[in-house]
């Protein structure tokens, strides 16, 4: 038997669930419940062990779903870790004008973010002795898509609705977060220890433009979740835009330096094929000259002969495009052990130089890349056949 008063004891319960609703939706209702509201806020979103632990998590089993070329291990790495609450909080930071917050949280992330690069970058490094199956996951994550900004978009927002609305950590938002964001960074450093140049660059691109995304749209999140202080000062509104002014150049550069590493598809209808056809020009067909002889009042009579044309064969140029959805590389040798020079996405122009071979069953063509002038060697079976030049 309850040992209070039944009225005495459902007084501080909400009397509806409509009332428990209200009391969420209003987080700011007046200037003791916000604070309350917003250091529960931040309570929840704060690093703990377990963060870390998942970035370590997340930078072993990436690590090697990239060595091994393994969408499975990669998803595995942000399923098992979704742990990335603390986006949350630098956006938290940013409502508040809060820069001692704000700093903070950011280096806290930037410590995990630090464990999943350097285990990339370790097990990068011991990639240069067992070099793997291919790096076209790795590629896939080292390059900025829209739709993936729209899936951090939603994930965002539902992350930082439901912890506003509750005490409960969601899970689907988080390996969708986990997932977007810390693999490019885990591409970036396996990048950087393997030595391929077209990794560890554009990962980190794509790992600025999408945590400084996230900020930002979860600063916006929480705004029109309420979550904003009362009252709310001038002093405090201006620390606010000027951090959301830094998220917002952050998100400019970043996206920037990204889309410089995007290679233009030419506005070319081409009919894709799996083997180049090599075509001759038409060459001039030398027509013997017979020699005459010219009477002279000499005795001895004189020849004359007219030298023939010697024939020559000159070879088309020849252009290819690449014809494969995750691109291809180009090495600077014939062999899937030689250095990737660098990739070319899918719609990349190629002129064919006049060097093909055969490596142990897989044809290789020496190419140069029409957009800036570099010369390798491309899987053929890649490309598919342009018109001649003219």
Not at 259 to 288: G, Y
Request: proline share 7%; charged share 15%; aromatic share 10%.
């Amino acid at each position: 038997m309850n040992e209070y008063p039944e009225d005495e004891y459902f007084q501080d319960r909400p009397s509806s669930m409509a009332h428990r609703r209200r009391d969420h939706r209003k987080l700011t209702e007046s200037g003791d419940d916000s604070s309350n509201a917003i250091s529960s806020l931040e309570l929840r979103t704060s690093f703990s062990l377990e963060f870390f632990l998942s970035c370590l998590l997340i930078g072993l089993l990436a690590g090697v779903g990239i060595l091994l070329d393994s969408p499975i291990i990669l998803l595995l790495s942000a399923a098992l870790t979704p742990i990335m609450f603390p986006l949350t909080r630098l956006a938290l930071a940013v409502v508040i004008g809060s820069f001692g917050l704000f700093f903070q949280s950011l280096v806290g992330f930037l410590i995990g973010a630090a464990f999943i690069f350097g285990f990339g970058a370790g097990i990068g490094s011991l990639s240069r002795v067992w070099r793997g199956l291919s790096i076209s996951q790795a590629l896939t994550h080292a390059h900025l898509t829209i739709p993936g900004i729209l899936i951090l978009s939603l994930a965002v927002i539902w992350m930082c609705v439901s912890i506003t609305r509750s005490d409960n950590k969601p899970i689907i938002p988080g390996i969708l977060i986990a997932y977007l964001v810390a693999l490019p960074l885990s591409v970036t450093g396996y990048g950087l220890g393997r030595g391929e140049v077209v990794l560890w660059p554009d990962g980190l691109f794509v790992f600025g433009v999408y945590l400084s995304w996230s900020i930002l749209v979860g600063y916006f999140t929480l705004v029109f979740s309420g979550v904003r202080p009362k009252p709310y000062g001038t002093w405090n509104s201006f620390k606010s835009i000027f951090l959301l002014i830094i998220i917002c150049g952050l998100v400019a550069g970043s996206g920037f330096m990204t889309i410089q590493k995007w290679q233009m598809i030419p506005l070319k209808i081409v009919t894709p094929t799996r083997t180049p056809n090599f075509t001759l020009p038409p060459t001039k067909t030398p027509t013997p000259i017979t020699p005459t002889h010219t009477p002279t009042e000499t005795p001895v009579p004189t020849s004359t002969f007219t030298p023939t044309f010697t024939p020559s064969i000159t070879p088309t140029t020849f252009y290819v495009l690449v014809n494969t959805e995750s691109g291809a590389l180009i090495r600077s040798e014939p062999s899937t052990d030689a250095r990737v020079i660098t990739s070319a996405m899918i719609g990349t122009q190629l002129r064919v130089m006049d060097q093909m071979t055969d490596e142990k069953g897989t044809v290789w063509a020496h190419v140069v890349v029409m957009r800036n002038g570099v010369e390798g060697w491309i899987v053929i079976r890649f490309t598919a056949t342009l018109t001649p030049n003219p």
